[in-house]
């Protein structure tokens, strides 16, 4: 028998393999780190100097049209801890991340008493959360609410399996799993999802017979749900109050509208995800606990707390799930605080039918056992794959970028102004340089100029140009990417005045192109391919499974008479 604490250490160490890669980020990603840096020196700089005021505050809430002081304040102070060390940021998210998985496991054993759930949950949570979500990055907007999400479930099982004659040491942690939820309501309305866990809460207490989830926690399960309306209530207040809606004009309504079509996209691109990270063990679990719940519907069952905590925990995967629909955003890492809810539901659910080894049972149960049994190491094996190459992508892109930076800062004179290639497709990365070209090189007085705007003003002495290529090409990556096609005019009228400083290269070589491909192309033809939350489309899918490296190369050029 297995002691608790050898698991514990023995997950610990798994989810430092999966996660530690983030360490190799010796730099700041050119995606979303520039955005936030440059709000966190704003809202300090304007705290020391005194300027900080309820409509400088509110501007830069209405991020896309939402509004979230708690969150806001959580960066700030982790900007405050580790200024613009990255290392010191990623190295305290991978903490944070070991933190989380040994609550989740906690949950786990205090919910159903098995180690092999609490395993379960925990190996799935450590194997599936970076595929969704980069946790060890500071541009991730959703890494905090998660956690905390997971703490308060944490507080919420301590509390619930308190007997009543410890009444105030079971009220204290139940005030703790409210209480340190209050910041995560103001974090992409996660108000709204935390009502919906509320509810599944309430309804598992009606409906179930167990010694914790059950009529004698019903009182609190109404209380908490509540909570979580009233604190919905006054996260709309305050909304209101900042005048975020007058702000944000236009931004608000176009990000955040409840449009059944742009709802139904979202939804299907996102089961595109849990798909193929999950294949079989989501709808293996749904499909268990669908029929436990048929059973119980004829009155051949009773619920007991597994039943109740699965519930809870689908329930929170919908909540947190659904939030994010009317958004349409093309990366699904941001169904990271749906993912605890998922790995606890699928954990609770799937370890059930993992023990059981006698008794009476559907004919589909032992061949379902069997394949799951082959499923999770599949799973692992593609995630671990999967991950070590994302790192090492990341890694090369992001400092092959901060050297093309690094270049501008240094070679560009006073005022001079920095021209780059800005197709749509990666308009968003050249923003994000010249922001950390303000935070991180000082250089706030070099002036962005779209390559390809009409109008542009014509280039002076010493102005730098900063253009992304990638080879070999694709048509849609011709098209898009590649500067002698894109801006062929352009180039052609100034090649003779343009003069190469640096060119910093690398090559793209993903998973196909490593010695584990075979294995790799084993593990997605059962099903399990990289999804599209890394904004793939079909030609990337297509080149991963093929032996040809991709090219990535910046370009620093400098104009002279």
């Not at 942690?173 to 509810?199: K, N």
């Not at 790995?343 to 799937?350: A, E, K, P, Q, S």
């Not at 196909?512 to 030609?539: C, K, Q, T, W």
Request: glycine letters at 6%.
């Amino acid at each position: 028998m297995v002691s608790p604490m050898v698991l514990r250490l023995s997950l610990a160490l798994a989810a430092i393999l999966f996660h530690a890669g983030a360490l190799w980020e010796n730099t700041w990603s050119a995606v979303d780190d520039g955005n936030d840096l440059e709000r966190m020196v704003d809202y300090s700089h304007r705290l020391q100097d005194g300027t900080f005021t309820v409509g400088f505050a509110s501007t830069l809430w209405a991020d896309t049209g939402l509004f979230r002081p708690g969150f806001v304040f959580l960066r700030l102070a982790e900007y405050k801890l580790f200024g613009t060390n990255c290392l010191l940021h990623h190295a305290a998210h991978v903490l944070v991340m070991l933190v989380v998985c040994q609550l989740l496991f906690s949950i786990a054993q205090r919910a159903t008493g098995s180690l092999a759930c609490s395993a379960l949950t925990t190996f799935l949570f450590i194997v599936f959360s970076p595929n969704v979500e980069n946790w060890f990055r500071l541009g991730d907007p959703t890494f905090y609410p998660a956690a905390l999400a997971v703490v308060s479930l944490w507080c919420m099982a301590r509390g619930l399996a308190l007997p009543g004659e410890r009444a105030a040491l079971r009220a204290g942690w139940l005030t703790a799993a409210v209480a340190c939820l209050v910041p995560a309501y103001f974090t992409r309305e996660t108000c709204m999802a935390l009502i919906g866990l509320g509810a599944g809460l309430l309804l598992a207490c009606v409906f179930g017979s167990g010694e914790v989830l059950g009529r004698r926690n019903l009182r609190f399960a109404a209380v908490y749900l509540a909570g979580h309306v009233a604190m919905a209530l006054g996260w709309f207040a305050g909304r209101h109050w900042a005048g975020i809606k007058a702000i944000a004009a236009g931004s608000y309504s176009q990000d955040y509208q409840l449009n059944p079509v742009i709802m139904a996209a979202t939804a299907f691109k996102y089961c595109d995800v849990l798909w193929n990270g999950m294949m079989l063990l989501f709808p293996a679990a749904a499909l268990l606990f669908g029929w436990r719940l048929w059973l119980w519907a004829r009155g051949r069952l009773v619920l007991d707390d597994r039943d109740g905590w699965a519930w809870v925990g689908l329930c929170w995967f919908l909540a947190f799930w659904s939030i994010l629909l009317p958004w349409k955003h093309p990366l699904a890492r941001y169904i990271g605080p749906a993912v605890p809810g998922l790995c606890l539901f699928v954990g609770v659910t799937v370890s059930r039918l993992l023990e059981e080894v006698v008794g009476p049972r559907p004919w589909w149960k032992p061949a379902l056992r069997w394949v799951l049994l082959a499923h999770i190491p599949l799973l692992a094996l593609a995630g671990f794959i999967r991950n070590y190459n994302y790192f090492i992508f990341r890694h090369d892109f992001d400092m092959s970028a901060a050297l093309a930076r690094q270049t501008v800062a240094q070679q560009a004179p006073p005022n001079a102004r920095l021209f780059m290639n800005m197709p749509p497709d990666t308009e968003h990365i050249f923003n994000e340089m010249t922001k950390l070209l303000k935070v991180l090189d000082g250089r706030a007085d070099l002036t962005q100029i779209n390559f390809n705007a009409p109008g542009r003003p014509e280039p002076k002495q010493g102005d730098c140009f900063l253009v992304f290529v990638r080879e070999p090409a694709t048509p849609r990556s011709t098209e898009m990417w590649l500067p002698e096609s894109f801006h062929t005019a352009t180039l052609e009228q100034l090649k003779d005045r343009l003069k190469l400083v640096r060119r910093f290269r690398f090559e793209r070589q993903l998973l196909s192109s490593y010695p584990d491909a075979p294995i790799f192309n084993l593990v997605a033809s059962a099903g399990i391919r990289l999804p599209d939350y890394l904004g793939m489309n079909a030609e990337h899918r297509r080149a991963l499974f093929t032996r040809e490296p991709s090219l990535v190369e910046w370009r620093v050029y400098r104009f002279e008479k």
